[in-house]
């Protein structure tokens, strides 16, 4: 259910009720898709006689297979997978976990602990997070467990906010950037510092023991 065939859509331009064949017919799909959406209530359909007999048929509307087929577009829009239809529930303003991603800096992961322990504020809905962005990006400028700010990180290893940036670029601090903010794990601060005191000059350590 990935296309429209225009020329079947025009045949039943005036039809508010579409039977199966002719929904099959329009969106290039298969009876059971069709089915399946209305025995789930997806779609508004209901059964009618067939013939005058006892057997019954699907009258389906037209204008809510369209609502369907547009929603599935923005949810496969939105969230880059296979097409499914954006929770109603959801407002749209919401972040997918892969827009989370692009906006924070940080990985699924991370985020994905983050919604499990209910530290920002996120719904499941079909085995994906949905996240609210202002609560997600003011999270993300404090620092998680194991991590420090910028400004942490300068206390701990006395350096520069120009100095950490580009030991963070260069790859020799294992850090994130988040909201436009660098994280640093504090593993990697004080793995750093090691290595600096072992090339130090030994009157260079005493001086900066004084000094702290």
Known sequence: METIN???????????FLDINEATAIF???????????????????KEPMGGGTKMKWAISKQGLLDYYNARKEGAKRRGLQMRVWPRDIPKEWLTMRE????????KDAI???CREGLVKAERRSNCWFLEPRQLINFTKKAPDG???????????????????????????????????????????????????KYMPKDYRRQEARGS
């Open 100 to 107: 989370a991603v692009e906006v924070t800096g940080w990985g």
């Open 112 to 114: 994905g602990r983050w």
């Open 147 to 197: 991590w420090a700010t910028t400004a942490e990180a300068r206390k701990i290893t006395r350096l520069t906010r120009a100095r950490l940036s580009k030991l963070a670029l260069e790859g020799k601090l294992e850090a994130r950037k988040a909201a436009g903010r660098w994280h640093f794990r504090k593993e990697s601060l004080a793995a750093h510092m090691r290595r600096r005191e």
């Open 6 to 16: 225009q020329e079947a859509l025009n045949r039943v331009r005036d039809k508010q």
């Open 28 to 46: 290039e799909c298969s009876r059971s898709t069709i089915h399946r959406l209305c025995q789930k209530g997806l779609v508004y359909a209901y």
